[in-house]
């Protein structure tokens, strides 16, 4: 079963940027499409966005449309999060799984806050 594991979080102030990573330490899923979700405190698990396995078709929440872009790097079986223009609504635990997500595939998350 492939394990996944979520880099690249941080403390950012409003209007910079992060890029999230998220790598199989086990497994590959290089065929398979992937998703980020976030949950902020005290609210539910969102979809952020998804990817399909070949990296063309991208989908994304509104919320993030135009400031967040996922790519993927199918040789190095890795998935990113390019997040750009982050907001404090943005502050949240990221985290990646394959699409749909499958209970077993859920990481440690890597936190985003974001101060105003």
């Known amino acids: 079963q492939v394990q996944l594991v979520e880099s690249g979080g941080g403390l950012v102030q409003a209007g910079g940027s992060l890029r999230l990573s998220c790598a199989a330490s086990?497994?590959?899923?290089?065929?398979?499409?992937m998703a980020w979700f976030r949950q902020a405190p005290g609210k539910a698990r969102e979809f952020v966005t998804s990817i399909d396995w070949s990296g063309v078709t991208t989908y994304y929440a509104d919320s993030v449309k135009g400031r967040f872009t996922v790519s993927r790097d199918r040789a190095k079986n890795t998935v990113y999060l390019q997040m750009n223009n982050l907001q404090p609504e943005d502050t949240a635990v990221y985290y990646c799984?394959?699409?749909?997500?499958?209970?077993?595939?859920w990481g440690q998350g890597t936190q985003v806050t974001v101060s105003s």
């Open positions: 799984n394959i699409y749909p997500p499958t209970r077993g595939y």
């Open positions: 086990r497994g590959t899923f290089s065929n398979l499409s």
